[in-house]
């Protein structure tokens, strides 16, 4: 699984709490590579993506279609679930993350 957008989204916030409350997230330097927002969503996108692999490899094999093997199906829907349950895991470091933010005192 590709962790790459996860990680710049967990660099990003790093970044974003080690500049203080008074700072604001666009005036720190260095190059910007789209930004938290197109991060996060190209992970749920691939997320989605694996998803409906899995559901499409499922449906072609219920209706018996050649080419389609069990264990395909079963490897997608494996990697399917591995990348939501990743997604959430990102979740909810967000949200702690969110939450260690507004209880900073200033």
Known sequence: MDTGGIDRVLAHLRA????????????????????????????LDQVNARQ???????LSFERGEPGTELYQVMVASQKANI????AIQVRNRLVSAYHDVMNMQI
Do not use: I
């Open 16 to 43: 974003a709490a080690a500049l203080g409350p008074g700072a604001r997230p666009d005036e720190t330097p260095g190059p910007q590579s789209g930004g938290f927002g197109q991060a996060l969503k190209a992970a």
């Open 52 to 58: 409906q692999e899995a559901a499409r490899l499922a």
């Open 83 to 86: 990348a939501l349950q990743a």
